[in-house]
Nanobody, 123 residues
Framework: QLVESGGGLVQAGGSLRLSCAAS????????MAWFRQAPGKEREFVAG????????VYADSAKGRFTISSDNAKNMVYLQMNSLKFEDTAVYYC??????????????????WGQGTQVTVSS
């Protein structure tokens, strides 16, 4: 089970930090990512972590502004979002996969999803 928190309303240029708490079977290994979906648009990749955990991948729209991080001991993953823009407005989803995949940006590679948290950026 994945539960996101930290969304809200923020002015353009502001910051938000999203959190995702993962709970599951003991001993299971997950790798996490963040996706988002704006009204009328497809779900898109925002940021994710490689299977060995030493590489982070960002969508072009997130590079330089967003940072994904994790606390494996607490089964938490975070998304720090700075310099937010109006076009960042979307529902943000935490996702987890349980296997190694070639392309971590594809939603279909993920096995579990959170319920989403709304991020609204006012211009």
């Amino acid at each position: 089970q994945l539960v996101e928190s930290g969304g809200g309303l923020v002015q353009a240029g502001g910051s938000l930090r999203l959190s995702c708490a993962a709970s599951g079977r003991a001993g299971s290994t997950y790798r996490m990512a963040w996706f988002r979906q704006a009204p009328g648009k497809e779900r898109e990749f925002v940021a994710g972590m490689s299977w060995n955990g030493d590489t982070t991948v960002y969508a072009d729209s997130a590079k330089g502004r967003f940072t994904i991080s994790s606390d494996n001991a607490k089964n938490m993953v975070y998304l720090q979002m700075n310099s937010l823009k109006f076009e960042d407005t979307a529902v943000y989803y935490c996702a987890a996969r349980t296997r190694v995949v070639v392309d971590i940006t594809l939603p279909e590679k993920y096995d579990y999803w959170g319920q989403g948290t709304q991020v609204t950026v006012s211009s």
